[in-house]
């Protein structure tokens, strides 16, 4: 019997001549149907592939925050480009033009206050690097350095969520990062919060890769960025330490990363005792400022009950709610089998801020960084039918722009 040379697939039949003849590209899909880039593609296709929805996020989160802010600024008052500078974002853009001052500040009764040695270098210098790059004033170039950081955060972000689950995750997520948090309008102010988000998320995605300099370096630089560096520095630990475990054998690169992110806090903290002459001197000046000290949490317990008995108006009551909802999250992603060191870093930074004295109303900016708490909700909503994440995710969006722009126009302290 002669045997038939067409090969069937389906209805289809495909002649013999078509069956070697390789595709000029293939598209391969994980399990969940997210598509993925092309196996065969140029560097800038595939670039262009890992960022365009950190890019999208980033416009869509920039208009959202800010035509609400615009929207919600009472007649008279200051602008917007003014409310991205105000309150801390005022003192980095001072930072950024006249350096630091070289000695404590007494009020006019001889009475110790907070001075700009409390607020790190890293993000000043980004400052003064757009400054003279652009020649855009310090107030513009602090609030574009601040812009850059943010798409480099969500770029970042999202490329470390799309390896550890898949790209449909790591897109929601990226969205709840920027819009839905309560206080992400502080990734488009003046404030640092930015920037450690990308590095820590650098130094997260490079310790995934295993390329342990370059997270070393991104701890390094986040160490100069925020206190909270401790968190990145114990998620890096946590991954040396898993690697080692897995090879079974001791190398040098993962041992000087440590090093490195072991590194860029005390050297700051350092160097500040040696300008004042004062060993504690930042400690000195943040709890004079700001009454910021570790206290084990014992200010965040005496808010919760103040916000639920006492409080008088919605903002601390709500704060609260949110501040233990976040808390329940990270509490699942426990439970989930997240990459251990992302649940160090999330969980690191919650305690940090929870477990110190700062202001109630600044808890909710403090812990933006942090991601730990959105991935239960990501990983939900990415298995959710579309229509149900859109509306959640438009949803969520709305609020978290609105208590943002609220926080910033109407609400009388420090954010």
Known sequence: MKTSTTTAIGAQRIPPQAQHTAPAATTTSPPDGTPRAPAKSTWPHRAWYAIRPALAIYATSAVLHLVLLAVMSPPGAPGVHDKLLSWDGDLYRSVAQNGYPDSFTHDADGKLVGNNLAFFPAYPALIRTVHALTGLGYGTAALVAAHLAMIAALVAVHLLLSRLYDRRTATVATILLACAQPMALAFLMAYSESLFLALAAATLVAAHRKAWLTAGTFAFLTGLTRPAAAAVA??????????????????????????????????????????????????????????????????????????????????????????????????????????????????????????????????????????????????????????????????????????????????????
């Open 234 to 415: 114990a998620a890096l630990v946590a991954a040396v330490v898993l690697h080692l475990v897995r090879e079974r054998r001791v190398t040098w690169r993962p041992l000087a990363a440590i090093a490195l992110a072991c590194t860029g806090t005390p050297a700051y903290l350092w160097w500040v005792g040696q300008r004042l002459h004062k060993a504690d001197a930042w400690f000195t000046i943040q709890q004079a400022g700001w009454d910021t000290r570790w206290d084990n949490g014992t200010s965040f317990w005496r808010f919760l009950g103040y916000a639920f008995t006492e409080a008088d108006g919605w903002v601390p009551v709500s704060t609260a709610v949110l501040l233990l909802a976040l808390i329940v999250a990270t509490v699942l992603a426990w439970q989930r089998g997240t990459w251990p060191p992302l649940l160090i870093y999330g969980t690191a930074i919650l305690v940090l801020t929870l477990g110190q004295s700062n202001y109630y109303h600044s808890k909710l900016r403090l812990v933006v960084p942090a991601l730990i708490f959105l991935v239960p909700l990501a990983r939900a909503l990415s298995h959710a039918r579309p229509r149900t994440a859109a509306i959640t995710l438009t949803a969520a969006s709305l609020f978290g722009s609105w208590y943002g722009a609220y926080m910033l126009t109407t609400w009388h302290y420090a954010i």
